[in-house]
């Protein structure tokens, strides 16, 4: 299968109005390409380094998702290159994207991740505290929340985290701490489930390039 194909797979099954992340962690500016050819533009990184690198070489329309846990020291390095921080999880990132973005004029657009596995090792604000993190977050102004962001655990299905994390965005929207409407949950194995449950933005890597190896 090739990208073009895998991608054309995918497509068929996205809700209208589903936008697909493309993963291109671990992939060349090559194969971004093909799948820039094919009329991607929105495409996920999880260093900072490498996003730098793939940015500066490629088309200046793309759109770039920083995906990954990013830590603060380099917050300075992706200053007006980013098209959504995906992982903002904790005050201090906050603070330092907050810093770095108003001394530039600049807004960060931006979603906060919620760790809903329980399992302590993964990044993301808990269930527990998002209402309070997103609170906190309303202070900071050249911060701009969109959204959120999270991962199920790999099972067999992950609804019931999906669901959860929907329950999050929609108590997160009524009290008003969103400034956007945008779910960004499943990957390349579990994003069918995820858009049962209301994902209206998916990240998608493996499903695209690896197969087409
Ligand atoms: C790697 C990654 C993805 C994509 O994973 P695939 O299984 O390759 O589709 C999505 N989201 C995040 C946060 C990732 O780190």
Redesign the pocket.
């Known amino acids: 299968m090739s990208i073009k194909s895998n991608l054309e797979n995918i497509k068929s099954t996205l809700n209208e109005g589903t936008t697909l992340v493309c993963?291109s962690?671990y992939h060349t500016e090559e194969e971004i390409m093909e799948a820039y050819n094919e009329g991607i533009r929105d495409f996920?990184e999880?260093k900072v380094q490498d996003m730098v690198k793939k940015a500066e070489n490629l088309p200046k329309d793309i759109r770039w998702h920083l995906?990954?846990h990013l830590q603060t020291n380099k917050v300075k390095y992706i200053v007006g290159k980013t098209h959504l921080v995906?992982?903002v999880d904790r005050i201090e990132l906050a603070e330092e994207i907050n810093k770095r973005f108003e001394k530039a004029g600049l807004i960060c657009d931006c979603l906060i991740q919620i760790n809903s596995t329980g399992i302590d090792s993964r990044f993301g604000c808990t269930p527990e505290t998002a209402v309070e993190f997103a609170e906190k977050l309303k202070e900071f102004k050249s911060l701009n929340v969109k959204g959120i962001?999270g991962?199920a655990p790999i099972c067999d299905d992950p609804t019931e985290n999906f669901m959860l994390l929907k329950n999050i965005f929609d108590d997160l929207t009524e009290k008003g701490l969103l400034n956007g409407q945008i779910l960004s949950m499943g990957?390349?194995?579990d994003y069918t489930f995820a858009l049962k449950c209301g994902s209206n933005m998916v990240?998608?890597?493996?499903?695209i390039f690896?197969e087409a190896e």
């Open positions: 993963v962690k996920g999880n995906i990954g995906q992982s962001m991962m990957m390349s194995d990240r998608i890597g493996s499903k690896k």
